[in-house]
């Protein structure tokens, strides 16, 4: 969808018009709120797959895989093709592909989809841990408290204007914010 009006900028350089691939060399993560896993590869394999677009050995290729199974806490599963996975282990499959490119920023479209409340507290986990290795994270979900929890920031958006903006606290006691998306009787 090409944008009605603004600009997208990446350190300093506009990538409104980049296609995906380009905007994820620069540093720009995309982590799609559909399943996005090569549902008939292993998941060491779904990660090697995003590696292999890189200019790297295949040494530095298998160490990075690795190292992403263990952050994510994927090990265990590594050998599993990935349509076997649940719904939480097939999200941090995901966020391991998007992390594979080293991201500047990564965008997350509704991460919390579809998954139970124990896996929402992993990726609140797994996103508290980007953003303390420096990485921007841009999230949109419909899931207020779960999103509320994580973000510095928080910006409520409609017919693509910015209704209210702020820190977590500052929305969840929002009388505006209240009215027009979350409800009298919200509480985080």
């Known amino acids: 969808?090409?944008?009605?009006?603004?600009?997208?900028?990446?350190?300093?350089?506009?990538?409104?018009?980049?296609?995906?691939?380009?905007?994820?060399?620069?540093?720009?993560?995309?982590?799609?709120?559909?399943?996005s896993v090569f549902r008939r590869l292993e998941v060491w394999e779904n990660i090697m797959a995003?590696?292999?677009?890189?200019?790297?050995?295949?040494a530095e290729r298998k160490s990075r895989t690795d190292r992403l199974l263990a952050d994510m806490g994927l090990e265990r599963v590594k050998n599993s093709v990935a349509y076997t996975l649940?719904?939480?282990?097939?999200?941090?499959?995901?966020?391991?592909?998007?992390?594979?490119?080293?991201?500047a920023f990564i965008l997350l479209d509704e991460p919390f989809a579809g998954i139970d409340p124990i896996v929402v507290e992993e990726l609140q986990e797994v996103i508290k841990a980007m953003k303390n290795r420096g990485i921007g994270v841009v999230i949109t979900d419909h899931n207020v408290r779960e999103t509320l929890h994580i973000t510095d920031r928080t910006y409520i958006i409609g017919e693509g204007e910015i209704l209210e903006e702020g820190p977590p606290e500052v929305i969840a006691s929002s009388p505006r914010a209240r009215k027009i998306y979350l409800g009298e009787g919200f509480t985080l």
Not at 86 to 103: D, H, K, N, Q
């Open 1 to 35: 969808i090409a944008p009605d009006a603004g600009s997208i900028h990446l350190n300093g350089e506009d990538i409104t018009h980049l296609p995906m691939y380009k905007r994820a060399r620069r540093g720009l993560g995309y982590l799609p709120q559909e399943p």
């Open 50 to 58: 995003v590696l292999e677009l890189l200019d790297v050995p295949p």
């Open 86 to 103: 649940s719904g939480g282990e097939r999200r941090r499959v995901e966020i391991a592909r998007a992390l594979a490119l080293s991201p």
